[in-house]
């Protein structure tokens, strides 16, 4: 039986814990110091949430898990004054169907490229390239794009449930949801799911102590040996540290490295509930509101060798006056991330091996791959390889969404510094060979659903179109037919999420009674 010590008992580590606890026999080991406290933020989750906790977690239903937890559903995001000033947009994950699987609509209609949004089917660019194509020189905006491709966006931003009055979800199942979560509340959770193959110690660690024939780490309670160790110590990055070939790498281009987070009370959970996580754009960066079902999570993001803290501080202060649960807390990171996350038995997951801005939030996505990637068994040599893609493609993410941004702003006119159309050209024409195809296939898509968010002039790209007659009339009465079904969904809606999550989730505990027993 393999004996696995993982340093560091926040999110990251409890979720490698109970994930390795669930998929092995591995005796494990947790260790976590007082001297460094956890970060206990990270509030939303990507879309592959509820597949990752059935997968990863072995979890049948979220109820209990939401009951425990505090989590809400989040549906998407809402974008208010960041790709544009004067400009609020909501939606959700968008389609990525290939157009010729609608030839299926009424047969075996079952989304098969769904879980693979990089999926790519030869001659199909698939219907968000179709889109982009259809409407190069049309009027159509974002909001267009949102309604024909998109079927959440009305639950990011209203007070509604997704249930129809006879409580039946009325989107698809498994798809169009993520959370919103604790991360305090979260751990408390996976400590619950593992047994008692994993022990949890108060220990500092020192370091490692490596040569060719051992690996020993060092702690203030003296050496411990395993065959595997893991670092989910966060920005602490007390194993990377040590591993010279792990190579700590800044992303070489301008980016935020501060916070200022605060939790608030809501004073009418009715109307401040909803599924949508807000984001918004700031002169000096942008700010983040996450709806949980018993608080809010606030937090303010910047670049503190562009902006005084203080200023910023100011800020959050000024809107969070009077519901404050906890003071605002500063966190502080240095963008960066490790070449090589696997040496000999050295591995590190989370955010002590990556991290860049929070709009990257979805760490939990990356670190899902992960912890799969383990459980099957993929060599050291395949993992950092995966990883070198995957920090490649969060980059690109990053630098998509805000240099393409027309907001105004010292913030964004450094961002805009990064917009250099030739790369973004050639990765629209696929012709960047040392990149993986699936990445590149979803960079071309969020390239220009970008352009069209911020209005860029989108006429002069050349795009190709591979379909014939008959599937691209398909693709078009689908864009119809989703802008129709979007409206239905809406007059089927339960009127207040709350009041949802309240009678389905909580049973009937309200926010306040949720909030004391969340504290405790
Ligand atoms: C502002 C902000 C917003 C974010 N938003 C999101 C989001 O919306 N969604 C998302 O998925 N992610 C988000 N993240 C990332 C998310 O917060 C982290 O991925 C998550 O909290 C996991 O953290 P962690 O467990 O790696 O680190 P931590 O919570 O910092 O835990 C580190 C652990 O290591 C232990 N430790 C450290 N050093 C030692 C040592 N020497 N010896 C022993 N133990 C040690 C500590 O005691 C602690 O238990 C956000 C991050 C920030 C900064």
Known sequence: MKKVVIVGGGFAGWYTAAVLNKHTDWQITVLESKAYPRLGVGETLGWSAPYDWSRLLGLENDTQLMYETGSSYKYGLTATNFYADNTSYSYGKFFNLKANSLARFYSEFTYPEYHEPWSVRENDIG????????????????????????????????????????????????????????????????????????????NKVLGLRRSVSETVLLTSNGPVEADLYIDCSGFQRVLVNSVKEMELTDYNMPTTNSAWVCPTRYDDPHNEIFGGTQIFGEDWGWRFRVNLYHRAGNGCVFDSTQTDPELVKRFIETYTKDKQLFPPKLIQWKPSYVKKPWVGNVLALGISSYFTDPFDAPTFDVHSRNLEDLIKGVTADEFNQKHELVTLERKYRLMYNFSTSKRSGTFWDQQRSLFDESIWLDIMHNRLDNIDSRLTHNWYQMYYRMCVASGYDRTNINLRLNLDQPTQDMVKAFFTYNRARNNFIKSQSWPNLYDWLKNNRFNGEDHTQVLERMIQ
């Open 127 to 202: 219907l968000q390239q179709a889109w982009f194509y259809f409407n190069q020189h049309t009027k159509k905006d974002f909001n267009d794009y949102i309604q024909e491709l998109n079927e959440t966006s009305y639950f990011t931003s209203s007070n509604s449930a997704p249930y129809s009055r006879d409580n039946e979800y009325v989107l698809r199942t498994q798809e169009g949801w993520s959370y919103h979560i604790d991360a305090e509340n979260f751990i408390k959770f996976l400590k619950g799911l593992c047994d008692s193959n994993v022990v949890l110690k108060e």
